[in-house]
Nanobody
């Protein structure tokens, strides 16, 4: 059974950093694209970033470009989201999601509809 487990959330001051982790199990991790999404209270879910299978092409929402970095370690079946220069508007529950297998080394649009498997989420709060 495919499972995704996020960790690494917490409370951080504006300008600070956090690294989220998403550990996958129950599927051929290397061949799946993995995305990060977030949802703040009262707001719609937003696609944050995605990393493709294979060579790991990366994609970012404009709102996080230059501040967040997504990466994957296939040996550890883990995708990371390094978040720097955090802002209060980054406060949300962050989810990782996966789909595949995909051999095209591309990510779908970050609308979320192309991701069938989701984790439970981890809370990120940016506040002084």
């Amino acid at each position: 059974q495919l499972q995704l487990v996020e960790s690494g959330g917490g409370l951080v001051q504006p300008g600070g950093s956090l690294r989220l982790s998403c550990v996958g199990s129950g599927f051929t991790f290397d061949y799946y694209y993995i995305g990060w999404f977030r949802q703040a209270p009262g707001k719609e879910r937003e696609g944050v970033s995605c990393i493709s299978s294979g060579r790991g092409r990366t994609y970012y929402a404009d709102s996080v470009k230059g501040r967040f970095t997504i990466s994957r370690d296939n040996a550890k079946k883990t995708v990371y989201l390094q978040m720097n220069s955090l802002k209060p508007e980054d406060t949300a529950v962050y989810y990782c999601a996966a789909d595949g297998p995909s051999y095209q080394e591309l990510c779908p649009p970050l609308s979320g509809t192309a991701f069938r498997s989701w984790g439970q989420g981890t809370q990120v709060t940016v506040s002084s």
